[in-house]
């Protein structure tokens, strides 16, 4: 369960991750 939650929580980190570097590049295209 440690193992999975772990896992869990890294995947969600990476995809915090990916949608704030998403964001930057869509805010500067707008900008």
Avoid: Q
Wanted: hydrophobic content about 60%; aromatic content about 20%.
């Amino acid at each position: 369960m440690g193992y999975y939650g772990g896992n869990y929580g890294g995947s969600t980190f990476v995809l915090i991750v990916v949608l704030f570097i998403l964001l930057i590049i869509v805010g500067a295209a707008f900008l």
